[in-house]
């Protein structure tokens, strides 16, 4: 791929878009493939059906919608998956949205990843202008690692903290509360997180995506719990610090950490969202917790007039809702939403 076909783009530009709620859509998180490398266990299936490749958008036609997104409003990015880093030629892409910052309408572009990649990418990352990543570990315990992600490695992990670490990139560790499973070992992690200098972010299970055999219910953790339990450790300070995300955080004063809380079941963060989520597929979701969507693959393939673009998309946001529809179903142990978290794009 070549940089040819990048336009100059005014910094200035229309509107910025606002929802029905008056909430300023300024984030937009990215699902660049449903693909992974990893099967977590509250995330996909372990015989996952992936989409056919004809209906997954070009890295150049993600490019387009991310940079029509940026001229309306949103200045903070996310490239997610699946596991983004999987994707082919995927650095063109984080280098073709990296010029938008330094003046062109976005203030940062950030990754989530499970961390297979980076001792491979951490550099050309930062090269691109990515000076955060967040990375999904949720256990420090190489057997039970495994168990949980079913394909992945920890130690190929922690070879790509250690790289990005060295590149400078600034790193947050996600970590799902898993009732039975690493519930015992969230302090531990909390402590590890500290001596190396990241953040944490603990996060409720989310009920979404039939994943086999696994059951949410059995796997749910109200963080209330969690939170009880690290007090008895930790003395937890809450702070007004955001990241543009739905995250609570509190400071651990032991370690001088920032520890974050993400509870869409027992404390929901809809009243402030200004979150939108495009899949591989172009289609925008306006909340991770309802079903309700656009489709902007038609229009971004039916004309190369951005204006028509834009019309979608500010339609799209006029049917943002105020709230999403999270709930464990405990009667009937069915997701909340059909479609799985790697479709959609965390």
């Not at 550099?123 to 256990?139: M, P």
């Not at 400078?168 to 970590?175: E, P, Q, R, T, Y």
């Not at 032991?254 to 929901?268: Q, S, Y």
């Not at 969507?293 to 799209?316: F, I, K, N, Q, W």
Request: a neutral charge; proline letters at 4%.
């Amino acid at each position: 791929m070549t940089d040819a076909t990048t336009l100059t783009r005014p910094t200035a530009g229309p509107a910025p878009l606002i929802d029905p709620y008056q909430r300023a859509i300024s984030y937009l998180r990215v699902s660049v493939t449903d693909r992974c490398d990893f099967r977590c266990v509250y995330c996909m299936a372990e015989n996952m059906t992936f989409l056919p490749k004809a209906d997954v958008l070009s890295l150049e036609e993600l490019a387009r919608l991310c940079n029509v997104f940026v001229d309306l409003g949103v200045r903070k990015l996310r490239l997610t998956g699946g596991e983004p880093l999987v994707r082919r030629n995927i650095m063109w892409l984080v280098r073709e949205l990296g010029k938008r910052l330094d003046g062109g309408g976005l203030d940062e572009l950030t990754v989530t990843t499970n961390g297979s990649q980076l001792a491979k990418l951490a550099d050309q990352l930062v090269d691109a202008g990515v000076r955060r990543v967040n990375v999904s570990i949720d256990t420090l315990d190489p057997e039970k690692f495994q168990a949980i992600t079913r394909w992945g490695k920890l130690d190929k992990v922690i070879e790509g903290l250690d790289a990005a670490e060295r590149a400078g990139l600034a790193i947050k560790i996600n970590a799902v509360a898993l009732k039975g499973v690493n519930d015992g070992e969230l302090g531990d992690m909390l402590q590890w997180c500290g001596d190396r200098g990241y953040d944490m972010t603990v996060i409720e299970v989310m009920p979404m995506g039939d994943i086999g055999g696994e059951d949410r219910v059995e796997q749910y953790l109200p963080l209330s719990m969690v939170r009880s339990r690290l007090a008895e450790r930790f003395t937890l300070t809450d702070i007004p610090y955001k990241t543009g995300g739905p995250a609570r955080y509190v400071r651990v004063e032991e370690t001088g950490g920032r520890l974050g809380f993400i509870t869409p079941l027992t404390h929901n963060f809809c009243e402030s969202c200004n979150r939108v989520r495009l899949t591989c597929t172009g289609t925008l979701y306006m909340c991770l917790g309802q079903d309700d969507a656009a489709d902007l693959r038609a229009p971004l393939r039916a004309s190369d007039d951005d204006a028509v673009l834009e019309a979608a998309v500010r339609e799209a946001i006029g049917r943002k809702p105020k709230g999403h529809d999270f709930v464990i179903d405990r009667r009937h142990r069915q997701p909340a939403v059909a479609r799985h978290m790697s479709v959609t794009g965390g």
